[in-house]
């Protein structure tokens, strides 16, 4: 795998965005900064989705280092996948840095 350049904006993020999931029964959303992302890497285009089964990625990621990294972060925390262990998640990041949040299992 990569250099994970996005692991450290989903590791600080990654609270904020198990609670969205666990209380949000419509779609919810999180404004995120711009600069985090430019700072940390070099793409045109930021966006991505994702959806997790069980704390899984289901869906082909690997066009999206964004994506790949929020699914690494996840994955590798025990909580995390606890907590999404019977959830499907669809998370989705826009051009305006926009996190979408939906759970999908309900």
């Known amino acids: 795998m990569g ?7 989903w590791k600080k993020r990654l609270a ?18 711009e600069s985090l992302f430019n700072e940390a890497g070099n ?11 069980g704390g899984q990625a289901v869906n082909d990621i690997s066009g999206s280092a964004v994506a790949r990294d929020l699914a ?3 994955a590798e925390n025990k909580d995390a996948m606890a907590r999404l262990q019977h959830k499907t998640i669809r998370i989705n ?14």
């Open 72 to 74: 690494s972060v996840i």
């Open 16 to 33: 904020d965005t198990l609670d969205l999931s666990e209380h949000c029964t419509t779609a919810c959303s999180i404004q995120l900064h």
């Open 43 to 53: 793409r045109k285009d930021y966006s991505f989705n994702l959806v997790l089964v």
């Open 93 to 106: 990041m826009n051009r305006h840095f926009t996190l979408n949040i939906q759970d999908q299992s309900l």
């Open 3 to 9: 250099e994970q350049l996005y692991f450290p904006i």
